[in-house]
């Protein structure tokens, strides 16, 4: 579909934290023209999002004559889009009409006022019965309003290939029940199938969330109940013996040279890496890592491999030592929030209405291998047939976690990868990396800590 004259398509890479290159587009501050910012994929060749928010954009502005939608792709690792992100909406000068907030960060951004809260907005659209209680409350912050709508989330669990497991003698319906059956099944790969990296298992600060997330918490919320945070007590965990064999295994992933070499495996383009190049390569054998996979991999995902589908198996993460209910997820997810000062809410929320509507909601959990938010998408035959894994990672919600939507949180997240870090480089045992984060968190939390 060719786009309208009015539509305007940015792209914006961040050179440094607080420097942007940007080719074509305006500012777009003006009563008839709405900006949206969004987070682009470092591999320029993964245009899901950025082919998905323009064909929105048309719609938007087919639908409101005279209106433009400026679309910005911050090209950049995760952790400087966040940065750039809260550098914008601080001024009106430079603040976006709505944005792609991550919703591990949205109460941080809350508490630092750059939101806007949308109740009065949702009160009256009837869509938002739709959306499940999970949902809700990962936009929700502490003052009881919501400042977000999610337009998806995900869970997380162990992508394998087959081709490698069948040469390293290993089953292809493998199901791991403890993480010492993972932690075997990489040894016997880089013992039979030398070529390949056993496992991958994100960590350290270059990785951000997805180190925290999709590496250390998994871990942790498989050795036992609020590892985290205890929400009882309203306080911070620390001290405790699942997050040192967490980091133990970390250690035994990097110290027995099972996982990516450590350049590599700091490099804050290795989501990117692992997704698009590792994977589809045949170079990596088992990845920890979460459903929207596939979304790389479609003939519209920007590096499409269609063997996919016969080649790479999935099975569940296990808890530490197989203990009830014997697999762990994380779930979490993205949302469109409108900041406090933005030149056209009224527009903003028009065009989240859009985004979410049944046909766009579908589309979009369809083509960004989202899992569903909305009781309507997730019935919705179209998406339940969308493509291989749905199902499973849909199978996954029931036993996933969510991370504790508290403003401190990032700054937690942070001392978690900081922690990692110095384990995968060796400059600390699990034991001392253990005890800085515990300081670190009694610092961010300013005392609310317990031990376990």
Not at 10 to 39: E, P, R, Y
Not at 56 to 62: L, P
Not at 102 to 112: A, G, W
Not at 397 to 412: D, E, G, I, L
Request: hydrophobic share 35%; aromatic share 10%; with cysteine.
């Amino acid at each position: 579909m060719r786009p309208t004259a009015s539509l305007v398509l940015t792209c914006v890479t961040v050179l440094a934290v607080g420097t942007l290159s940007a080719c074509g587009g305006g500012s777009g501050k003006d009563k008839d023209t709405l900006t949206i910012v969004f987070h682009k994929e470092t591999d320029s060749k993964v245009t899901v999002k950025d082919d998905y928010f323009k064909q929105v954009a048309e719609e938007f502005e087919k639908r409101y004559e005279g209106k433009k939608v400026e679309v910005r792709g911050i090209q950049a690792p995760q952790r400087d889009y966040y940065t750039k992100v809260q550098q914008m909406m601080r001024s009106p000068k430079t603040a976006p009409d709505l944005v792609y907030e991550d919703t591990f960060l949205i109460n941080s951004d809350i508490k630092s006022g750059y939101l806007r809260p949308l109740d009065d907005h949702l009160k009256k659209w009837k869509d938002w019965n739709q959306f499940d209680e999970g949902a809700r409350k990962a936009v929700q912050a502490e003052d009881g309003k919501t400042y977000g709508v999610p337009d998806g989330t995900d869970t997380r669990g162990l992508w394998f290939n087959k081709k490698i497991f069948q040469k390293a003698g290993l089953p292809l319906d493998w199901q791991p029940r403890t993480w010492e059956d993972v932690l075997e099944a990489a040894r016997t790969i880089k013992k039979k199938v030398p070529g390949a990296i056993p496992l991958n298992v994100f960590t350290g600060k270059g990785a951000g969330e997805a180190a925290a997330m999709q590496g250390m918490e998994m871990l942790l919320y498989g050795t036992g109940a609020d590892p985290l945070y205890d929400p009882e007590a309203r306080k911070w965990v620390t001290g405790g013996k699942g997050f040192v064999d967490s980091l133990e295994f970390i250690k035994k992933v990097y110290g027995e040279k099972l996982g990516p070499a450590e350049d590599e495996a700091l490099d804050p383009n290795i989501t990117t890496t692992v997704a698009t190049q590792l994977i589809p390569e045949g170079k990596l054998a088992i990845a920890l890592d979460g459903s929207w996979l596939g979304q790389f991999w479609v003939k519209t995902g920007g590096n499409p491999w269609p063997e996919w589908k016969e080649t790479m198996g999935l099975a569940a993460m296990p808890t530490q030592r197989g203990q009830a209910p014997g697999e762990v997820s994380m779930s979490g997810g993205w949302a469109w929030s409108i900041p406090r000062k933005a030149h056209n809410p009224g527009m903003a929320w028009k065009m989240i209405e859009l985004f979410q509507s049944r046909k766009n909601a579908v589309d979009w959990c369809v083509r960004g291998a989202q899992i569903a938010v909305r009781e309507d998408v997730a019935e919705d035959p179209r998406y339940l047939e969308s493509m291989p894994g749905t199902k499973f990672f849909t199978q996954r919600v029931k036993n996933s976690h969510f991370r504790p939507a508290y403003p401190v949180y990032p700054q937690v997240s942070k001392a978690m990868t900081d922690a990692m870090e110095s384990v995968t480089t060796g400059e600390a045992s699990p034991t001392e990396a253990a005890k800085g984060y515990d300081e670190q968190v009694e610092s961010i939390a300013d005392g609310a800590v317990t031990s376990k």
